[in-house]
């Protein structure tokens, strides 16, 4: 089995709290899956797999957010002194139109040439503070474009990050939930699920984005539910109630988690019963402590 990602738990945290294991923010295994460098015409084609691993991008995450889908394949992991994301994708318009989520100056500098796992790729660095966010870019295999964004000393550390990425194997994408009715034409276009630290367990959230060709497209998204309760709702959207939630968002309370629907104001072209129909089909799957049962 791949290991997902190998940390070091800061201190500072309640003597009781559960110490943090690789494996609590690793997604499962998927036997059978090439890795990207077998076949880097499948990265970002299936929602479902994500086909690379991360052995070490910070030494301290909390959590860590994985996609697959729509071109792309990505991981973020997030600690108290730490953060970094690695993308992975078909061409590198792909990667240059990916909104940055780390925090900089807005003042990048030059490109410089560098060397990552023996192959040829380029990084430049945005100050940050007393920190230089790191933008590490190269082609692991013919066919593919990485890049890694981690705060670093300098290039010599970023790239020293960057080559530790690994492309031999495959893990699945996966969130607790199944959507058994999709609208006309619609299929799954985008699989995104955040594990982490919790009282509860590692699951923190969790979405699906479905869609068609015509550029519809809406997110399911389930987080644990609070322990105060939510209100019943009063639209039927199969045999559950649910509820409107502001503008274009539908909600509705599926133990154990928060459903929500999210309509126009995250694509457009899908109504509020387009949105009920989804929202009925909603089933859970499996434990939310065990991602390989989901």
């Known amino acids: 089995a791949l290991a997902a990602v190998v940390l070091v738990v800061p201190t500072g945290r309640a003597p009781d709290a559960a110490p943090l294991t690789p494996a609590a ?4 295994d998927a ?33 860590a957010t994985w996609t697959a889908g729509r071109g792309v394949e990505s991981v973020e992991f997030r600690g108290r002194t730490g ?12 990667l240059d139109g990916l909104q940055q989520t ?10 410089t040439d560098v060397r990552v796992g023996g192959r040829p790729g380029v990084a430049w660095f945005d100050p940050s503070g007393d920190r230089q966010l790191w933008f590490v870019r190269w082609r692991p295999a013919d066919g593919l474009w990485a890049q890694l964004d981690i705060y670093a000393a300098g290039r010599d550390e970023a790239t020293g990050a960057a080559s530790r990425v690994r492309f031999d194997g495959a893990h699945r ?3 607790p939930f199944r959507l058994r009715s999709l609208p006309a034409g619609a299929r799954l276009l985008e699989c995104a699920v955040t594990l982490g630290r919790s009282e509860r367990g590692p699951f923190l959230e969790g979405s699906l984005v479905v869609g068609d060709g015509s550029d519809r497209w809406m997110t399911i998204r389930a987080q644990p539910a609070p322990g105060d309760g939510s209100r019943a709702g009063d639209l039927a959207a199969g045999p559950y109630r649910a509820r409107r939630q502001g503008d274009d968002v539908l909600e509705m309370r599926v133990e154990p ?9 995250w694509g457009r072209g899908y109504t509020e019963a387009d949105g009920l129909a989804v929202l009925g089909g909603y089933r859970p799957a499996g434990d939310l402590g065990r991602p390989t049962s989901w």
């Open 31 to 63: 036997p059978g899956q090439p890795g990207a460098a077998a076949r880097p015409e499948v990265v970002g084609s299936d929602p479902g797999v994500v086909h690379f691993a991360t052995p070490a991008l910070v030494g301290d995450a909390e959590s």
């Open 173 to 175: 994408c996966v969130v």
């Open 83 to 94: 953060q970094a994301r690695f993308a992975l994708a078909r061409s590198a318009a792909t």
């Open 257 to 265: 988690c928060v459903v929500e629907a999210f309509l126009a104001g």
């Open 25 to 28: 923010l690793a997604l499962p």
């Open 102 to 111: 780390l925090s900089s100056a807005g003042r990048p500098q030059q490109r």
